[in-house]
């Protein structure tokens, strides 16, 4: 391989993808998807989607690897957020203004990014609202005089307080009439949504490979830490090279976006 991977679902497809720069494009990441990427001979990991719920989720350490062995690993929107911000310290890229805000621990709460969506047939399609989305949008409602300031706040509140999975906008319009919010500005804001929708996860995972087509061909800095190969490391290191061939024949055979998970419905980010 001499092409960058990168791991994106819900939140940004392959054809997005493929406008912007020549990668090969794999689901969302599971543990041990980024080390098979570096085995596979990756020139550069973007980090957007990943799984975590029914599944491991994707390992500092693999990242940690990717970085020691010289590549440039970027992170955003989603998973990528996550590690990226957790990661920057050790030379993961963070990039937009999610994992900005991460990095600077205005947001904390791992719910801010998740989605539930769609398998690898369905094309990873998200069936609920990331947070981050909630609140983008809202606040663009907001400024532009579709909700008061009092009814942003009890909508995201609202939003907030449901399951990740459950998150969508009919239950958010739902419950904010129930719960006695101005019928006006619902009205407002049903309407308004199809044109006025933020999607902040797209903007940041769209700037994500942006940069990886700007800096192609870039390696990382050495690192100024040791890797160190514990007992764990080797474990998955072996179970990954153990499962390389079914993993090649599996993704010869994925007619599918890429390969990573399985549900009908999948919780990811």
Excluded at 232 to 243: I, K
């Amino acid at each position: 391989m001499t092409r960058p991977v990168i791991f994106a679902g819900p939140t940004l497809d392959a054809g997005a993808i493929a406008e912007l720069l020549d990668a090969e494009v794999r689901g969302p990441a599971t543990r041990g998807d980024v080390l098979r990427a570096v085995d596979d001979g990756a020139t550069a990991i973007g980090l957007i989607d990943g799984c975590f719920e029914g599944v491991a989720a994707v390992w500092h350490k693999e990242l940690l690897w990717a970085l020691a062995k010289g590549l440039r690993v970027y992170g955003a929107a989603s998973m990528g957020a996550l590690r990226a911000a957790e990661l920057a310290a050790f030379g993961m890229v963070p990039v937009g203004a999610i994992a900005d805000a991460y990095l600077r621990e205005e947001l904390a709460d791992d719910d801010e990014v998740a989605v539930a969506h769609r398998d690898a047939e369905g094309g990873y399609a998200p069936v609920s609202e990331a947070m981050v989305n909630v609140r983008a949008t809202l606040a663009a409602a907001r400024d532009a005089g579709v909700v008061a300031a009092a009814t942003h706040d009890a909508l995201v509140g609202v939003v907030k307080a449901r399951f990740y999975a459950e998150r969508t906008w009919g239950l958010a319009l739902a419950e904010g009439a129930r719960r006695g919010l101005p019928a006006e500005e619902l009205d407002a804001l049903r309407r308004w949504l199809p044109t006025g929708r933020v999607d902040a996860k797209q903007a940041d995972a769209l700037a994500l490979v942006a940069r990886m087509r700007d800096e192609a061909g870039a390696r990382g800095e050495a690192p100024g830490w040791r890797f160190e190969h514990t007992d764990a490391w080797e474990m998955l290191r072996r179970s990954v090279s153990q499962g390389a061939n079914a993993y090649r024949l599996k993704r010869a055979l994925d007619t599918g976006v890429g390969a990573a998970c399985e549900a009908v419905v999948s919780p990811g980010g």
